[in-house]
């Protein structure tokens, strides 16, 4: 059961089951790493907590917390299904490259399928920080580009940093 409210015309949010919590760490991972998550295709909030759950038991990361979850608007392409976006915050002791790599294996795992920029998808993981690092590659950069300009970022990090 969630929790709706609607913010204006375009903007719904989210909260309920483990979408707006604060989980208990118990390792001793070494970076804080906060995680945007989103999907349009298929019933996204339900991968959402299965994606939860595959955090959970999986001992590489740990779950620290969510936010609300967001429906919004594409943006790019927009001929598609709004979007559903939330923010996760996990402790992992992998280094950002490794980390990429391994989101990319996650999003693979949840059928994420890479036709085209913008395309409508199953499960999109950003990372929007990786502890207080700036890395700028050909692979990765971070802070995530314009995260700030974002809705799908930025209501659900203020949510985390209530």
Request: net charge positive; glycine share 4%.
């Amino acid at each position: 059961m969630y929790i709706k409210r609607r913010l204006n015309e375009s903007l719904t949010t989210f909260k309920g089951l483990h979408f707006g919590s604060t989980f208990r760490p118990k390792s001793s991972h070494r970076y804080r790493v906060t995680v945007g998550i989103g999907g349009n295709v298929g019933d996204v909030k339900r991968r959402f907590e299965h994606l939860l759950t595959f955090f959970i038991r999986d001992k590489r990361v740990e779950l620290l917390q969510t936010s609300l979850i967001l429906k919004n608007p594409p943006f790019g392409f927009m001929d598609q299904d709004d979007f559903l976006n939330s923010i996760i915050v996990l402790q992992v002791s992998m280094q950002p490259l490794t980390f990429l790599e391994y989101l990319h294996r996650v999003e693979k795992k949840f059928a994420r399928k890479r036709s085209f920029a913008n395309a409508p998808r199953t499960l999109d993981l950003d990372i929007i920080f990786f502890d207080s690092r700036f890395i700028k590659t050909d692979r990765l950069t971070v802070p995530h580009t314009s995260w700030f300009e974002r809705e799908s970022v930025v209501i659900p990090l203020a949510d985390i940093n209530r």
